[in-house]
């Protein structure tokens, strides 16, 4: 098949117990070290009650629903949201090494603690977000913090201990962004992400400042005030960074995806910037081979980019998804891609071709997660 530019999905499989019991002793043990689960989860950020559903890999590449996780508390709907109710990226936050999942309730002002064994959740705690209308999480070792999203935005902070949270209140930071009713959809902060080093911890306001800021991470905290860099009219919305450490960012203002150099102080240094030539690029996410996906959720597409040492960013192409393209997420061996189209409340599945196009390996319909965003995969 021809690839085409388009996203992926996630299963697992195994070798038989019975052609394991023919081999001899020493084969069969060295041959029955279980395979890794490769599972995705999905939140549904339903208003009705959160919930987060469980997909492993087929051996064709698509999904295959195994569970479904009520959180506890209950999804949010911004105003004037269509496809994505919380605007915001990064709502659903997996730590690997600890294997906990972390998820925001907008709805009730909570976050719920999942411990994640194999492609299954066991709910451990539910807690305040330390503010309203929760919409992002980050994560670095036992530091977890909370970007919340009215009230004029703030963040919240939280150490990890035994697999829960504990609130840090000294932790606590008003971004002063001064929401109003009428911008509330653009005008609320877009994400939060800890810079590689945990270092640094960098929040996008979207059009409610047009700025990324900056707060410098230490074990005790943070700093009183962030570094800001004003965008004007860019309006950055999610962020990652690439396989040379750059923030890349996913200006909607511009549908543009930039890359920066973050200085030691926080100021960032734009090394380059390249246009999708799409509609609404909103979120963005990096797969483990290099190659940046943005989603575009006005054109139903997902655009792939790759950046260079010097940070200049290439467009490769665009790949159709279903409607109303959202948050990705790539799986940690690097051979699919997960997008969430929020007008269905689907999750399109593609595997992830050496050059980096995508070819489409299945769709599922996630029950209830029509306008939902959040999505994780191992």
């Known amino acids: 098949m021809k690839p085409i530019w388009k996203l992926v999905a996630v299963t697992a499989g195994g070798a038989a117990a019975a052609a394991l019991s ?35 890999r087929t051996a064709a590449g698509g999904l295959q629903q195994v569970g479904s996780y009520p959180t506890g508390g209950n999804g949010g709907q911004l105003t004037g949201s269509v496809v994505d109710h919380l605007s915001s990226e990064g709502s659903l936050a997996y730590d690997g090494q600890a294997g906990l999942l972390y998820a925001v309730n907008a709805g009730s002002n909570t976050i719920t603690v999942f411990r994640v064994v194999g492609d299954q959740l066991i709910r451990s ?12 999480i980050a994560v670095h070792g036992r530091q977890v913090y909370v970007l919340n999203a009215l009230g004029g935005g703030s963040v919240a902070g939280f150490v990890q201990l035994g697999g829960r949270l504990i609130p840090v209140p000294s932790r606590e930071r008003e971004l002063g962004l001064g929401t109003s009713s009428t911008t509330v959809f653009t005008g609320t902060p877009g994400q939060i ?4 080093d945990g270092s640094q911890l960098v929040v996008t306001t979207k059009g409610a400042a047009n700025s990324v800021e900056v707060f410098q991470a230490g074990p005790f905290g943070l700093s009183a005030t962030p570094t800001v860099t004003s965008l004007p009219g860019q309006v950055p919305f999610g962020i990652t960074f690439d396989q040379y450490g750059h923030l890349a960012v996913a200006e909607t203002g511009t549908n543009t995806v930039a890359t920066f150099a973050i200085a030691p102080g926080g100021q960032l240094t734009q090394l380059g910037s390249a246009a999708t030539g799409q509609a609404a690029t909103c979120w963005i996410t990096a797969a483990p081979g290099g190659t940046l996906y943005a989603s575009n959720a006005g054109s139903g597409t997902e655009s792939g980019l790759s950046t260079q040492p010097d940070g200049a960013v290439t467009l490769l192409g665009a790949t159709p998804t279903d409607a109303g393209t959202v948050d990705a997420a790539a799986s940690s061996d690097g051979q699919y891609l997960y997008v969430q189209a929020g007008g269905p409340g689907n999750v399109d599945a593609y595997h992830i071709n050496p050059d980096g196009s995508l070819t489409q390996t299945g769709s599922v319909t996630v029950p209830g997660a029509a306008g939902g965003e959040g999505i994780v995969a191992s």
């Open 22 to 56: 023919a081999l001899p002793a020493s084969a069969a043990t060295a041959h029955a070290t279980p395979s890794p689960v490769h599972a995705v989860f999905v939140q549904t950020d339903n208003t009705a009650g959160n919930t987060i559903v469980a997909y492993e």
């Open 125 to 136: 705690q539910v807690i305040s977000s330390g503010g309203q209308f929760p919409v992002s």
């Open 193 to 196: 992400a800890f810079t590689p």
